[in-house]
């Protein structure tokens, strides 16, 4: 079946530094990835929409400059937090879905935890 | 308002017992979708059972079976002989309109806990 792939799945980095999570599709080409954030026994919350060859569209309190998503390929999107702080640290997870009618295919990576110290 | 509740934070169910999970929705689009993810400990999101508005069946894969109420909108997910695997964080999510691009908005979640 199609696969989603995340990397990495854990960082941890310093305060003020930039960190790029990556989200392939393996055996599929995504138009759309979505990226989404959990806090800790919380569920997901969508930041934007990541469309191949055009802006994403950010969710309502979520800052593009701060969280910088590009969607270079069919099958790769990159979330880019920058200048992250200790308020950054949470689990990333992306889904990329297949264009068309909807047949209920939908397709998570494995996440993406980060810790900012 | 919220467009996808989950009423019940934490369940308990007994091993090889049934167990229903609730989840009611808000949309006024007549074509939407609706998900059923488990999320481990581990944090992945596996995806476990779908129905669309326009399915006449309620949806079942294995031991999942999806309990649609269109009238009453809601979506009960249905867990047959409970397993110690079951236990985890399950999300009901749904999507609006048939685009397979449009974005999935997800309940709180609920919590199972399997005991043996």
């Known amino acids: 079946g199609a696969v989603v792939s995340q990397h990495p799945s854990r960082v941890i980095c310093k305060s003020g530094t930039s960190v790029k999570i990556e989200c392939r599709s393996l055996?599929?080409?995504?138009?759309?990835m979505f990226w989404y954030r959990q806090f800790p026994k919380q569920s997901l919350m969508l930041m934007a929409t990541s469309n191949e060859g055009s802006k994403a569209t950010y969710e309502q309190g979520v800052e593009k400059d701060k969280f910088l998503i590009n969607h270079a390929s069919l099958t790769l999107s990159t979330l880019t937090v920058t200048s992250a702080h200790p308020e950054d640290s949470s689990f990333y997870i992306c889904?990329?879905?297949?264009?068309?009618?909807?047949?209920?295919?939908?397709?998570f990576g494995e996440g993406s935890r980060l810790t900012v110290l | 308002a919220q467009k996808i509740t989950q009423t019940q934070p934490g369940m308990f169910v007994q091993e090889k017992e049934a167990v229903t999970l609730d989840c009611t929705y808000d949309t006024s689009d007549p074509s939407y979708g609706l998900f059923w993810y488990k999320q481990p400990s581990s944090g992945e999101m596996i995806f476990l059972i779908y129905?669309?508005?326009?399915?006449?069946q309620n949806a079942t894969e294995g031991r999942y079976s999806l309990n649609f109420q269109k009238a009453r909108k809601s979506a009960n997910l249905v867990i047959s002989a409970s397993q110690l695997g079951d236990s985890a964080m399950y999300f009901c999510?749904?999507?609006?309109?048939?685009?397979?691009?449009?974005?999935?908005?997800f309940g709180g979640g609920t919590r199972l806990m399997v005991k043996p």
């Open positions: 129905q669309g508005s326009y399915d006449q």
């Open positions: 055996d599929f080409q995504a138009t759309t």
């Open positions: 889904s990329a879905q297949r264009t068309g009618i909807d047949t209920g295919e939908l397709f």
């Open positions: 999510a749904m999507r609006e309109g048939l685009n397979a691009g449009n974005m999935l908005t």
